[in-house]
């Protein structure tokens, strides 16, 4: 089942929506959009990281 992550979601004023096949796809583009967006790193262990696997869901 497709996979998608709501950036606003994560608790971010943004309207993007990432959208994969697994959830590790869908993490790894909310990875760059972090990066590239909102100008934040994600790491492995840390709260926002958890924040955001959390909030993706089935599509």
């Known amino acids: 089942m497709a996979k998608l992550l709501r950036c606003r979601d994560t608790g971010m004023n ?3 929506e990432i959208r994969g096949n697994t959830e ?3 993490f790894e583009r909310a990875q ?3 990066r590239n967006v909102h100008n934040l790193t994600l790491h492995s262990n840390d ?3 958890q ?4 909030a993706i869901r089935d599509a």
């Open 51 to 54: 924040k955001v696997r959390r």
């Open 32 to 34: 760059e959009h972090a």
């Open 24 to 26: 590790q796809e869908v």
């Open 14 to 16: 943004c309207n993007m």
């Open 47 to 49: 709260a926002t990281t």
